[in-house]
């Protein structure tokens, strides 16, 4: 997922990155979020409302990586939630989770979730 998380630190350094649960509750329903990463060690009840708002919009997410995870590939500790502002990024970020996803499933017979 090197593409993947690479591409994830260049959507902060533009400013298109939401960090945190706190931002992303805050601004779901105030802004455009054009895809969501979700952590899977967000709890259960969380996690089920910000795919609920996404089946609800038609918001693409992404839930297949642990909180420090997300968190190394921005420089922070770790993050629960992220919310991508620009729909060219998260356009791309799909592209290349589905292709990294693709090359990982068939190295190691695992499965990873997205939903479009």
């Not at 770790?78 to 990024?89: A, P, Q, S």
């Amino acid at each position: 997922m090197n593409k993947f998380f690479n591409f994830l630190s260049i959507a902060k350094k533009s400013g298109n990155l939401l960090e945190g649960y706190s931002k992303c509750d805050d601004y779901r329903n105030k802004t455009k979020i054009y895809m969501f990463i979700i952590s899977n060690d967000l709890s259960d009840k969380s996690k089920n409302k910000f795919k609920k708002h996404c089946i609800e919009k038609e918001i693409p997410y992404i839930e297949d990586f642990s909180k420090e995870q997300l968190g190394t590939a921005i420089g922070r500790k770790e993050v629960m939630l992220l919310g991508i502002l620009d729909n060219d990024i998260a356009k791309k970020m799909l592209s290349l989770y589905e292709e990294e996803k693709n090359i990982w499933v068939d190295n190691n017979m695992g499965v990873a979730a997205c939903q479009k």
